[in-house]
């Protein structure tokens, strides 16, 4: 199938997420992405979309680097990411904001402290913590409940935390796994209207989803994987309905 | 590292200690068990050892000399046996103070008699050793010397003094280094437990950019606090005991304790306590630092 994708001015320092001829394999089974190209300039909106099995959350974890490629290129925010050291990995990863379909909350800790985690794992002082952290959950629409346990809310108030989370920090790049997989549609369209207004606000925004109708509505551009191969990647796209 | 960052990696590691709490009472209470041992078995040798140097100073080489060998050549001997390294002190007795003992030791004044010193030949170096293993080797040396008519010694208490010595050095040593592998060990395990109860947050943390030494650090302190506070309990029970038993052999057995000297307490706690606290906190950080190397790699 031909890949569909509009000629975009792709001035090289512009790129911020770079693919090229990408492969993952696991240990077992057919190989999860197979000679992936792809390219993701700074400040863009993406979607990833595809069935179950198709390859989006092993493409994730590449971005992440809690895996590395089989073979190909991968390079992220200008790191190398099959060459960058061991100790470099996390400077790398303080770029990077990410929410995940479970929230992956501290059920122990209340919502501030869940978000303040993020900046006691970068070394803020607390002034900067005290700062920032009130700010952000003002942002996600949280700052009444900076005080409730996780068990205490709802699911969209639980991705919202775990959104402050991954944006206290000021991340140049989003990556969300099926960030409204476990939410009703109310609540996913809520979290997407944030990650669009996150976007607007000048970070790269990389959305794994589902959610057809919220993918048709919002008229980003759509990357399509199907059994590890990108099918299709359109500006303004779609979600393609297969069978 | 910020010193709030500080501070959040020592809340976190305390907050670890009540996390998993039967795991944390179990490993204090081992190395508690353990440090306990070790304070019991330090606490008794120093004052064996104590009340060995004390017999081993008491334990003399005599050097008796050939006939009307001149006082030069005494003197000469004298100094020669002096330079020796394992001779601690040479005292000389002449004839007529080994008179003068002997009276006083076994006659009880009942001189009488004895006009002459029976003891005309006695005069002698009593030759103290610094080390009694060394003794036999002296014995040979002072044999050959010109001039030196009979060496005698007690062998026996050389021996056995040399023999108990040596067995305290390896009996201390074995223990210790069981001691510390169980130690270690059981640290290891609990924070092996830590670890795998707190995978989440350390996923988390790993997702957010955290170090492999902010991530691991909670957990080394983890392990030194429980190492800390396993040696500070044994500590303070033998203390407790140290005294109680000191008091005991003081009023119900006087003859004992006037006859052995035993060790104050603040003689064996002036080493015991840093020893003990080096050696709890060294196998909480050695057992957590191990488990965390190998499992917490960001
Ligand atoms: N840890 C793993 N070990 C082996 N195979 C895996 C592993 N994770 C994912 N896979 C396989 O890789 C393929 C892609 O999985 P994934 O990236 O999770 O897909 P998606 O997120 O699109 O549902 C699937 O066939 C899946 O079974
Ligand atoms: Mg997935």
Redesign the interface.
Known sequence: MAVKRKKRSTAAENEIITLTNVCKAYSTGAPALKDVNLHINRGEFVFIVGDSGSGKSTLIKLL?R?LTITSGYINVMGYDLSKIR??K??????N?G?VFQDF?L?KDRNVYENVA??Q????K??KEIKKNVPSILAIVGLAGKYKAKPKQLSGGEQQRVALA?ALV?KPTVLLADEPTGNLDPKNSWEIMKLLEQINENGTTVIVVTHNREIVNAMQKRVVTLKRGVIISDEEKGGYIDED | MRINSFFYTLRQGVRNLFRNKWFTLASIATISACLFLFGLFYAIVMNFQHIVKNAQEGVAVYVFFDDGLEDSRIQQIGEMILKRPEVSRVDFVSAEEAWESFKADYLGGYEDGFTENPLENSAQYEVYLSDVSMQSALVTYLESVDGVRMVNRSELVATTLTGVNALIAYVSVGIIAILFAVSVFLISNTVMIGISVRKEEINIMKYIGATDFFVRSPFVIEGMMIGLIGAAIPLGIIYTLYNIVMEYITTRFSMLSSLLSFLKVEEIFNVLTPVSLGIGVGIGFLGSIITVRKHLRV
Do not use: D, G, W, Y
Not at chain 1, 89 to 94: A, T
Not at chain 1, 120 to 123: C, G, K
């Open positions: 992440l809690e061991h100790r990995i996390p400077k790398f990863r303080r990077l990410v992956r501290l985690f993020a006691r794992i970068i070394q002082s607390n989370r920090n």
